[in-house]
């Protein structure tokens, strides 16, 4: 395995690389975040489903499961619980993602608890704004990627370049990132770490019913649906019969996901929605976490090494061109 490679983000969450499996409800649970915090990354369980009971027996699993780092999501937009802080620091982990809804919400509680605290953003001004709630990173989510979606989306080739160039916190980029290739973008963009969902809901320890793995493995890069895209909450999903009807329609509801757990884990692919970012058009085979982290930390440095050559040959290139005309005029 590839050393660790040090940035602010894998700094401050203490890991050896710095690739973190998102946040997805009911999926990142201690099966698929131990993989991942096990390989090398960090593994982040989720809060969304609200099913804080739950959540509680996976922590409490992920500490026999591993020893390393693990975070937890708190998706604004589902907190039932007024105590949902309380119950995050009561569980004594040290890193925080905060997503779908205002940065100034918990920043200061979480902070002041002495949790590391990262906030998803869809735009620079979210990005402006969360920075100046306090917070100590972000995780700059460009619109092809899955789950919820601010209407007025961007893409990570877009979104990242402009968000680094404004702030001086350490950024994790989500929105199409799969493998070497596309963290290293990711990195030249200035991100200092990745966040990878779809990839993950693909992996071998993910619990999501097979009929959603093998979807996956079968659609193509145009296969999401974007829906709400007048409306909110906007959400990327993968394209199904159901999802392709919703697509035309005004509002999509919660009630789309009254029947979630039988496509989650029942397999019925028309039941509910299955949210998938575009890079599923990339993904062609379930792999265990271990060999997706092994295989993009390769991938990563031997990008790197290829761009870095090519940087050798532009100058060389350089050199000839400057002593071609040089050669010109003393002819
Ligand atoms: C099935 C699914 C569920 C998700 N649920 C959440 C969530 O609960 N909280 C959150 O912050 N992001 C959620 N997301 C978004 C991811 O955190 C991540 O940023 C996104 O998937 C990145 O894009 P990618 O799918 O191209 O990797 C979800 C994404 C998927 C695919």
Same mark, same amino acid.
């Given at each position: 395995m590839t050393d660790r490679i040090t940035t602010r983000v894998s700094d401050l969450l203490g890991v050896q690389y710095p690739?973190?499996? $998102?946040?997805?409800g009911w999926i990142a649970r201690a099966q698929l975040a131990s993989a991942v915090s096990n390989a090398g990354g960090l593994g982040i369980i989720e809060t969304s489903s609200g099913e804080l009971d739950a959540v509680r027996d996976e922590i409490r699993k992920m500490r026999d499961l591993t020893d390393r780092p693990f975070g937890v999501n708190i998706a604004q937009l589902?907190? /039932?619980? *007024?105590?949902? !802080?309380?119950?995050? !620091?009561?569980?004594? !982990? /040290?890193?925080?993602?905060?997503?779908?809804?205002?940065?100034?919400? @918990?920043?200061?509680? &979480?902070?002041?608890?002495? &949790?590391t605290v990262f906030?998803?953003?869809?735009?620079?001004?979210?990005? &402006?704004?969360a920075v100046a709630a306090g917070v100590d990173g972000l995780v700059?989510?460009? #619109?092809? #990627?899955?789950?919820?979606?601010?209407?007025?989306?961007? %893409? =990570?080739?877009?979104?990242? *370049?402009?968000?680094?160039?404004?702030?001086?916190?350490?950024?994790?980029?989500?929105?199409?990132?799969?493998? #070497?290739? =596309?963290?290293? %973008?990711?990195? %030249?963009?200035?991100?200092?770490g990745v966040q990878m969902g779809s990839r993950m809901v693909s992996a071998a320890e993910s619990p999501v019913h097979e009929n959603w793995k093998r979807a996956i493995l079968a659609a193509a890069e145009t296969d999401t649906v974007f829906l709400n895209r007048f409306s909110r909450p906007g959400l990327r999903a993968? /394209? =199904?019969?159901?999802? =392709?009807?919703?697509? /035309?329609q005004e509002h999509v509801g919660f009630d789309?996901? %009254?029947? $979630?757990?039988?496509? @989650?884990?029942? #397999?019925?692919m028309e039941a509910s929605i299955a949210l998938a970012g575009q890079v599923v058009g990339r993904i062609d085979a379930v792999m265990p976490v271990a060999d997706i982290i092994a295989e993009t930390m390769r991938g990563f440095h031997a990008t790197i090494a290829r761009l870095g050559g090519l940087g050798e040959a532009d100058a060389s290139h350089a050199l000839s061109a400057r002593a071609a005309q040089t050669t010109t005029r003393r002819d």
């Amino acid at each position: 395995m590839t050393d660790r490679i040090t940035t602010r983000v894998s700094d401050l969450l203490g890991v050896q690389y710095p690739i973190v499996q $998102a946040p997805m409800g009911w999926i990142a649970r201690a099966q698929l975040a131990s993989a991942v915090s096990n390989a090398g990354g960090l593994g982040i369980i989720e809060t969304s489903s609200g099913e804080l009971d739950a959540v509680r027996d996976e922590i409490r699993k992920m500490r026999d499961l591993t020893d390393r780092p693990f975070g937890v999501n708190i998706a604004q937009l589902f907190v /039932r619980d *007024p105590s949902i !802080v309380d119950f995050v !620091v009561g569980q004594g !982990v /040290r890193f925080v993602t905060t997503s779908a809804g205002d940065p100034r919400q @918990y920043t200061a509680q &979480l902070k002041s608890a002495g &949790l590391t605290v990262f906030h998803v953003v869809p735009s620079l001004a979210a990005g &402006l704004k969360a920075v100046a709630a306090g917070v100590d990173g972000l995780v700059v989510e460009g #619109g092809e #990627g899955g789950g919820f979606k601010n209407p007025r989306d961007v %893409a =990570t080739m877009v979104l990242l *370049p402009l968000v680094c160039s404004k702030v001086d916190v350490p950024v994790i980029a989500a929105g199409g990132i799969c493998d #070497g290739p =596309t963290m290293a %973008a990711a990195f %030249a963009l200035g991100a200092e770490g990745v966040q990878m969902g779809s990839r993950m809901v693909s992996a071998a320890e993910s619990p999501v019913h097979e009929n959603w793995k093998r979807a996956i493995l079968a659609a193509a890069e145009t296969d999401t649906v974007f829906l709400n895209r007048f409306s909110r909450p906007g959400l990327r999903a993968l /394209r =199904t019969g159901r999802s =392709t009807e919703l697509e /035309r329609q005004e509002h999509v509801g919660f009630d789309v996901f %009254a029947r $979630a757990m039988d496509l @989650y884990f029942g #397999g019925d692919m028309e039941a509910s929605i299955a949210l998938a970012g575009q890079v599923v058009g990339r993904i062609d085979a379930v792999m265990p976490v271990a060999d997706i982290i092994a295989e993009t930390m390769r991938g990563f440095h031997a990008t790197i090494a290829r761009l870095g050559g090519l940087g050798e040959a532009d100058a060389s290139h350089a050199l000839s061109a400057r002593a071609a005309q040089t050669t010109t005029r003393r002819d």
